[in-house]
């Protein structure tokens, strides 16, 4: 973390986090769009809207068919972007302080280590009040951080796969379809409690750092993020 002791004000967001974190967000929304009327026909009116004025360059074109099949070249070529776009991100943050590690305290017991930042979590988005311990990330943030990794793994091995399903057997196709489908849900699911998250008024300061230049009066985060300034 950098620290100005002039403006009083420290760095809680990279150029980079914030590049990538602005970026992942249309990416994320174009995934929706066209993975939904790809793995249920309750979305498939969006497959059509899609299809309908592409369609008019077919002949016979079916607009349902047509749309599919414009969902998954817009849904093939996302990934590729959003692969390309990550590996700078994820470059920088491997020379970087890795800051979803856990805090375990020397001797403390993992026991009493979860239980207080259960606390801490509870303390911030309960009661609306400051934590006791944590660090720039919370114990939720932190398993949500490690999670969104593990999954994004999922999705670039299942997607590739369904990609060249052709060289693969069916069976492993089909186990492919239904774990990127998992995935997609899991995202899905991460995406509106993180909105929730980023929006709840105990984050408004973080919320505007990411947005804006990455920085945090200094007074408030040494009360938001205790953690990040126990040597």
């Given at each position: 973390m950098k620290m100005?002791?002039?403006?009083?004000?420290?760095?809680?967001?990279?150029?980079?986090?914030?590049?990538?974190?602005?970026?992942?967000?249309?990416?994320m929304m174009i995934f929706i769009l066209t993975g939904?009327?790809?793995?249920?026909?309750?979305?498939?009116?969006i497959a059509y809207i899609i299809g309908?004025?592409?369609s008019v360059f077919y002949s016979n074109g079916d607009s349902l068919y047509v749309g599919i099949q414009v969902c998954r070249v817009i849904h093939r070529l996302t990934a590729v972007l959003w692969i390309v776009t990550s590996i700078p991100f994820v470059l920088t943050?491997?020379?970087?302080?890795?800051?979803?590690?856990l805090r375990k305290r020397k001797g403390e017991s993992w026991g009493t280590?979860?239980?207080?930042?259960?606390?801490?979590?509870?303390?911030?988005?309960?009661?609306?009040?400051?934590p006791k311990r944590a660090g720039k990330y919370n114990l939720g943030q932190i398993a949500?951080?490690?999670a969104v990794i593990v999954f994004g793994i999922v999705m670039i091995v299942t997607g590739l796969i369904l990609w060249f399903r052709v060289d693969f057997a069916s069976s492993t196709?089909?186990?492919?379809?239904?774990f990127h489908s998992i995935g997609f849900l899991v995202f899905v699911l991460f995406l509106i409690i993180h909105i929730y998250l980023a929006v709840h008024p105990v984050n408004k300061a973080g919320y505007n750092a990411m947005f804006r230049d990455g920085k945090d009066d200094l007074a408030?985060?040494?009360?938001?993020h205790p953690g990040m300034f126990v040597k």
């Open positions: 100005s002791n002039s403006n009083e004000k420290i760095t809680l967001f990279s150029n980079m986090q914030m590049w990538y974190h602005k970026h992942i967000i249309h990416f939904l009327p790809l793995i249920t026909h309750a979305f498939s009116w309908v004025p592409v943050m491997l020379f970087t302080k890795w800051e979803l590690a280590y979860v239980k207080e930042e259960l606390q801490d979590m509870k303390t911030m988005y309960i009661d609306f009040s400051y949500a951080g490690l196709v089909s186990i492919m379809r239904l408030h985060a040494k009360k938001k």
